[in-house]
């Protein structure tokens, strides 16, 4: 999850007053209490059981694997090898590093389908030890809970589906997907959705990621990413004092950033996240870099932040330029977009919304609508019906290396099932 599934809810002006809270029940809660209380899903949640400990085997073997950014092919191929281990159908490795398997509906073939993900990769470097921990019920390792569990939960899943016999009506595209964190940009949703061989076919989409099974992410959190490089002529502290700085542009250029007001809600936000450059402490730079996140629940905020940032940057050019001699060279700055994210939402009234909210309650938990950067991201641009969910259980500091889980079974079980009711009641059953 990039950043984390933060709990910030945003809703359209016409539902605003259903701010923070889960759609009401409708006709998706008759639904999902149908399908849970039959036998077939009974027998799928006793599999669960059943064989809840070979799933936490499964998150600490995975775990195992590295998956930084870009680097996820070991991760891919271990999960391929389960994925056709477990009978999913043209199991395969798409051109971006994308695994996935198509468990068959009874509907026509190559008709429409419901993708359910997990992503293979973690926000930690190469080289990051990945090593699992266990004290009693408690997982800790990089990456363990983002997104680990989740793709241990999905595996879980085809077992039980088979286990109990469980026909749906649509197909269902199981995918460990690649480039979820940071850098990664979305890339492979971005395959999935724009050049993938399922692209036309899927209807609805689950993301499986965090732990939060009450947390239904239904808003896509829009982000633009720059890496801006300031430029100089460089030159000795002592000798060349007095001649442009590029780390005076990019020190205005912060300072000018963090003056703009945003607004609260729609919630939009900004930072100033990486520098770099320099040679040494005696040295006047030549060089020095900037990385910026800004991010917004609305495309026009989103739009406005950037067209100002861009304007600081001009003017901290044009400000060292003038407040120091350019004798041996000016300042020139120059922005690079490394990562850029689409905002839009789901309708709070959608039935993928609706079902995932009633499969909660059906759970024993309290459904709470909220807003983050996931691979939903790129379905929802699209007008696709898609959420982000969690796969239950307990956990804490992600994305930090002391990252924790707790797969104790009643809590976890618990969590796993809304998932599991969401997918049935809508891939049909």
């Known amino acids: 999850m990039s950043a984390g599934r933060f709990a910030t809810v945003v809703l359209p002006l016409a539902a605003l007053a259903l701010l923070g ?13 149908k ?38 092919a070991a991760k891919g191929r271990a999960v391929m090898a389960m994925m056709k281990a477990e009978g999913l159908a043209d199991v395969e490795m798409d051109p971006e590093g994308n695994v996935m398997g198509l468990r068959r509906g009874t509907g026509p073939a190559g008709g429409k389908l419901v993708a359910f993900a997990a992503h293979q990769d973690t926000v930690f470097p190469e080289g990051t030890v990945t090593k699992v921990r266990r004290e009693g019920t408690r997982l800790y390792a990089p990456g363990v809970g983002d997104d680990t569990r989740s793709l241990a ?33 979305l890339r492979g949703m971005r395959y999935l959705f724009g050049k993938g061989k399922y ?46 700085n590029p780390m005076a542009a990019m020190a205005h250029a912060v300072d000018e950033l963090y003056e703009v007001k945003v607004p609260a809600h729609p919630k939009t936000t900004y930072s100033a996240s990486v520098v770099s450059g320099g040679v040494s402490v005696n040295s006047i730079p030549a060089d020095v870099t900037l990385e910026v996140d800004m991010r917004s629940e609305s495309a ?49 009234e959608a039935p993928i919304v609706r079902t995932v909210a009633a499969a909660a309650r059906a759970a024993g938990y309290t ?38 889980i707790d797969v104790a079974k009643p809590e976890s079980l618990r969590g796993m099932t809304v998932g599991l009711a969401a997918l049935l009641a809508t891939a049909g059953v």
Not at 157 to 171: E, F, H, P, V
Not at 207 to 213: K, R, Y
Not at 379 to 401: D, F, K
Request: proline letters at 7%.
């Open 199 to 244: 692209k036309d076919r899927i209807q609805a989409f689950f993301s499986m990621d965090g732990l939060n099974p009450a947390g239904i992410t239904y808003a896509a959190v829009g982000s633009r990413r720059y890496r801006v490089s300031f430029h100089g002529p460089g030159g000795h502290s002592y000798g060349a004092f007095g001649i442009v």
């Open 21 to 33: 809270a889960a759609p009401k029940p409708d006709g998706s809660e008759q639904a999902v209490q």
């Open 300 to 348: 026009e905020e989103l739009a406005k932040l950037d067209a100002r940032f861009l304007a600081i940057l001009k003017d901290a050019e044009a400000h060292e330029n003038a407040a120091r001699s350019t004798g041996v060279g000016k300042i020139t700055v120059t922005p690079k977009l490394i990562g850029e994210r689409p905002t839009g939402s789901t309708s709070p």
């Open 35 to 72: 399908i849970v209380a039959s036998p077939g899903f009974k027998a799928a949640v006793a599999d669960l059981d059943r064989t809840h400990d070979r799933m936490v085997a499964d998150i600490v073997t995975l775990t195992e694997i590295p998956a930084p950014p870009f680097k996820e």
């Open 367 to 404: 459904p709470q609508l909220d807003a983050s950067s996931t691979d939903a991201n790129i379905p929802i641009s699209l007008g696709i019906p898609a959420v982000t969910i969690g796969s239950g259980g307990g956990g804490g500091r992600a994305h930090s290396l002391d990252e924790w």
């Open 153 to 185: 939960v999905m595996l879980a899943y085809i077992r039980a589906l088979d286990a109990a016999k469980i026909q749906t009506r649509s197909d269902i595209l199981f995918v460990a997907d690649v480039g979820e964190e940071g850098p990664g940009d």
